[in-house]
């Protein structure tokens, strides 16, 4: 079979600037006098913001202690305990420690975990969200993927799903010493707004009030099972409890890696909000969370923070590499530049 003139003519797109590809465009040609000032460039500027990373960094001072009960210390006898029940007894110990100078602020208490996996697929769907925003009718009908914390006692789970049932249930309260043999005083910890904002103002939020109280809107539902409480209980202050209460929304927002930390409360009020004096303290523990079951740790951490926000060498690192790979590439480009010019500008004295 042949094509016609007339044929081909039909199957050919227009002769315009457009379907012929002839629009006007920049083809750059990165001759070296382009390349190898961008490369020097970015490297010195990756080398200059990876210094200022790395400094500030170092500059935020930590202090960290691992309570978890492995080593000798007063939460090894509630570690022990606790060993092999669950939910495991109420234990309480401490943690003494002394600051030579003033710990810089404004402070900041972490808990951190370690081992601890909420990014498994699993645990990370296992909650409901439109629950959570309290709808009433998930409220009483939580998705499937709560599953097999969705029904307890033949009574809708509230909050369900895995993630609620491991709430971190550890309380902490720090006292100060200022002078040897004066009694302690307790440190006043700001527990407010230690949340994301977005998750307490858009993504949780309690379900309607029925007479007025929040115990009857949850009414017909049954906590998580590890919980000795229902979830309308969790705190004595009604601007804090129930879906909206901050340790409950911190802790339903999973972190991507096995050991995290997430944020318990800031020291910023009366005497300490320039950082924390010197002198001896005091973290008494309220030991409640079992983690020796799947071989994890406890820690508890004061840190301060910067403009960079906590403490994160691998950032700065991650720069200072970058750009130096940068500029020994550059160098390694000037090399080789340097050398084939000279071969082509005597091919071209030859050919004179």
Known sequence: MTWSAAARRAQQPDNTAFTQQRLPAWHPLLSAGIALPLFFCAGLAFLGLGLGLYYSSNAIRELEHDYTGDAAGSCTVCAAEGQGRAPPPRCLCAWHFTLAERFPGPVYLYYELTDFYQNNRRYSVSRDNAQLSGLPDSLRHPTNECAPYQFARGLPVAPCGAIANS??????????????????????????????????????????????????????????????????????????????????????????????RKLYARIRQGNYSAGLPSGAYRVDIAYNYPVRTFGGHKLLVFSNVSWMGGKNPFLGIAYLVVGSLCIVVGFVMLAVYIRYQDQDDDNDNDEE
């Open 167 to 260: 709430l971190f249930n550890d309380t902490f309260t720090l006292w100060h010493q200022r002078q040897p043999g004066a009694p302690y005083v307790e440190v006043p910890l700001d527990r407010a707004a230690i949340a994301w904002w977005t998750d307490y103002h858009v993504k949780f939020r309690n379900p309607p009030l029925v007479n007025g109280s929040l115990a009857l809107a949850f009414q017909g539902t049954a906590p998580p099972p590890n919980w000795p409480r229902p979830v309308y209980e969790l705190s004595p202050d009604p601007n804090n409890t129930g879906f909206v209460n901050q340790d409950f929304v911190v802790w339903m927002r999973t972190a991507a890696l096995p050991t995290f």
